[in-house]
């Protein structure tokens, strides 16, 4: 059995199958040319999404300490003329509010999860002209791939993207955790050429490190960018070029919107 790809159109065939949420048994196909892995039809998401981050991922805040080191150093020597900055798909709000600690304009657009931290610091879902947006482990939750692009596309210049890259060869469902049969929301894993793929569709430069990926849509120099996202630069960098945190800013706002309230 085949299936269309839904990155590059070519034939996905059978990959594998896998029990996940502990009762549907489901099928995966892999395309030929590009390696993506899909699921069969997701009918399984209303259910999935109960809860919208799910109890296993315990590395939620270590994540976000990781990628707030890397995008405040992107932002402050990759990208300086960067202001306006959106989180898409971001979750509790954790994320905007470590980069607007850090004096970056960030805002927050998550219609799946309550926005804990970032309160009254979001971005209405028609928004674009943004500089630079940010969707960690997001795009593994894409439905329909080229749809959510396609809005990424037309809402920034420049992104910076989290997910795992499928190993070659491509491990079966219980051999990698990634596929995180007990989440039931991994229904798309993307292969470093997937990646490349939406990088060249879509007019950007693709720089990876590991499992975290920047698609420029300015000429930007590898190398340079890959020591950042190595994240082994941040000691040496951190003490220049600093921004002034819009923490107490936030604060001040927040006071004035329960006043309003009162």
Known sequence: MTMDCLVCRHNADSFAHATILGKYEIEYFRCRDCHFIQTEKPYWLEEAYGDAIIASDVGLIARNERFARITDLLLRFIYPKAFHCLDYGGGYGMFTRMMRDRGHHFLHRDPYCQNLFAAGL???????????LTAFEVFEHF????????????????WLIST???????????????YVLDGGQHISLWSKRALQTVAAHYGRQLVSYRG???????????????QILRDKASRVLTPFRRRRSLLQDDFQRAVATVRRAA
């Open 122 to 132: 979001e971005a209405e879902s028609s928004a674009n002209g943004f500089d630079f």
């Open 212 to 226: 975290i990926h920047l698609m420029s849509q300015s000429k930007i120099n590898p190398l340079w960018v890959t």
């Open 143 to 158: 439905e329909n791939p080229h749809r959510e692009l396609q809005r990424m596309d037309a809402t920034a210049d420049h």
């Open 164 to 178: 795992e890259p499928v190993p070659d060869p491509a491990p079966q469902p219980d051999q990698w955790w990634y």
